[in-house]
């Protein structure tokens, strides 16, 4: 029943926003246009179709606000004007009052506000679908930022999730794409991380994990957990200061070099994805500044860590691989690496994947970042993998999402950027790594308590082994000639039955013929 409900609320809000009214605009047919003007009879839609789209989303909850915040970072896929609202949805969502906030930090800790902080500021600083943040000062004197949930977020993300589970298995159960597209398995990979965003204390986990990751990358900070303030609720990590990555101009006129943020933005995502395994999947804007303090002057500061990826030492390597030989244009091989991980059926033709993928990549290279739109390309690649029946693996999706995100931060910062050629060099460096000679010696050394374990008791082991192997030699052969005498026996039996029968044959002939004569 409550699906149901949340269904009829979905279709509610997307009357009441006009979200079908800014569907059909898109449309050139003239029924379609004049189905328009019929629907919108009687509705009250003159608010700008960016700012409509937005307050749906938002009074959807938290899946849909999530879905404007990937958009928002697309801005070369939809009009200015519905990505400049969509944009107020990575950190400009509306707050929930103070009191709510303060009643839950004071639950969480069991004590008064004013016992967990010197100061606290009322006024949040961020608000996003999850969470908002508020700042403090513990105190000790460090400058903190708090935290909080939502409330009520959890029925809300268990309704919308059961509706997507329900259309995902009519997708999957309809549509000719359905198996290859494994619908379901999606939308069990967005219910994991959703749910994990619930949880503040694993959200502090994976700061410290990407902490410590990134720490011997003079590229990006990220705050410290301050762990005796960190509850399911409520999460107390190090203030960081900076500016926005969104304003652009603000941080040119600090002098702050434009390019190489671009480039370094890059770096950090293929390090955390190649060499680490482990990334931040959220990284649109809101959760991005870059700091100008003089000791750390035009780092990024990495914010909200609710969503992270992981991947398999076989994922990285098969990314490793494909990205590496996307570089250097062998379509070949990247048709080659699809049929060897099963992603493709067996009795696929290698020179006609290759053909495809080569019509889809070639057009791109060598221009500039202003010139590729990396979610056409993905566009493209999606209609080649229909022809072949490639199967979407949903552990990737999140990554998906994640480059996507790259590529849009990217082009607001230095549309010359040329993604191709500032990843080639890092994919050529990770693959050297993986099978040179500094691979195998930690290979070496993650194995050396094993084999610490072993060499000491191998002469004893070979010793046993020698000793050991007569007895059972002798043993096993003993056994093969008792079997040997039993067949031999059987035989005997056989051939003496035989003969007495064949005889016994002979003898009623012979009686047989006496009586006759």
């Known amino acids: 029943m409550s699906r149901f409900l949340r269904g009829f609320f979905i279709v509610w809000v997307v009357l009441r926003y006009g979200l079908d009214e800014l569907l059909l605009s898109g ?27 937005r307050e749906a989303l938002e009074a959807l909850g938290p899946i849909f606000v999530k879905f404007g915040q990937v958009l928002s ?55 996003a679908s999850i969470a908002q943040v508020h700042f403090a000062v513990l105190h000790d004197g460090r400058e903190v930022a708090v935290k909080v949930l939502r409330p009520g977020m959890l029925p809300v993300i268990d309704k919308d999730l059961g509706l997507m589970r329900l259309m995902a298995g009519w997708v999957e159960k309809f549509s000719a794409d359905g198996k290859r597209l494994k619908p379901r398995e999606v939308v069990a990979e967005f219910d994991k991380y959703l749910h994990d965003e619930l949880d503040l204390v694993r959200e502090a986990s994976n700061a410290a994990q990407l902490r410590r990751n990134m720490s011997d990358l003079d590229l990006v900070l990220i705050p410290e957990m301050y762990w005796d303030w960190c509850r399911t609720e409520v999460l107390v990590m190090e203030r960081m200061k900076g500016v926005p990555i969104s304003q652009v101009v603000r941080l040119r006129e600090a002098g702050v070099d434009i390019p190489k943020l671009a480039r370094d933005g890059v770096t950090i995502f293929f390090t955390q994805v190649f060499r680490d395994g482990f990334f931040h999947a959220d990284m649109h804007p809101g959760n991005i500044q870059v700091s100008l303090d003089p000791a750390t002057f035009g780092r990024y500061i990495s914010l909200d860590f609710g969503i992270v990826g992981t991947l398999t030492q076989f994922d990285k390597e098969y990314l490793a691989q494909n990205f590496t030989a996307f570089f250097r244009r062998d379509y ?6 699809h049929i060897e991980s099963g992603w493709v059926p067996e009795d ?7 053909a495809g993928i080569r019509s889809v990549c070639e057009p791109y290279f060598d221009r500039p ?11 493209r690649l999606f209609q080649i993998s229909r022809r072949f029946n490639v199967e979407i693996q949903p552990q990737l999706v999140l990554l998906q999402k994640t480059l996507l995100n790259i590529e849009g931060l990217g082009r607001d910062l230095d549309p010359e950027l040329d993604l191709w050629s500032t990843a080639k060099p ?33 002469p004893r082991l070979l010793q046993d082994y020698l000793q050991q192997r007569p007895h059972q030699l002798r043993a096993e052969l003993d056994q093969l000639v008792a079997e040997q005498r039993r067949t031999n026996r059987l035989l005997q039996y056989i051939i003496y039955g035989g003969i007495g029968f064949v005889l016994g044959l002979i003898v009623t002939q012979l009686l047989l013929r006496i009586r006759l004569w």
């Open 27 to 53: 449309f050139p047919n003239p029924l379609l246009r004049a189905l328009r003007s019929v629907i919108t009879i009687g509705r009250n839609l003159k608010a700008p179709r960016g700012q409509r789209l």
């Open 73 to 127: 970072t697309r801005r070369d896929l939809m009009p200015p004007d519905i990505a400049e609202e969509l944009a107020r949805l990575q950190d400009r969502v509306p707050p929930f009052p103070s009191q709510i906030a303060v009643a839950t930090i004071e639950r969480a800790f069991g004590q008064k506000l004013d016992q967990v902080f010197a100061s606290f500021d009322q006024q949040p600083v961020a608000s």
């Open 332 to 337: 070949k091989r990247v048709a080659e690496l």
């Open 348 to 354: 696929t033709r290698v020179d006609e994947l290759e």
């Open 369 to 379: 970042l202003k010139e590729i739109s990396l979610g056409m390309v993905l566009m």
């Open 426 to 458: 890092f994919l050529e460096r990770w693959m050297i790594d993986q099978l040179g000679p500094r691979m195998f010696w930690q290979q070496l050394k993650a194995e050396a308590p094993q084999y610490a374990k072993l060499l000491p008791a191998l």
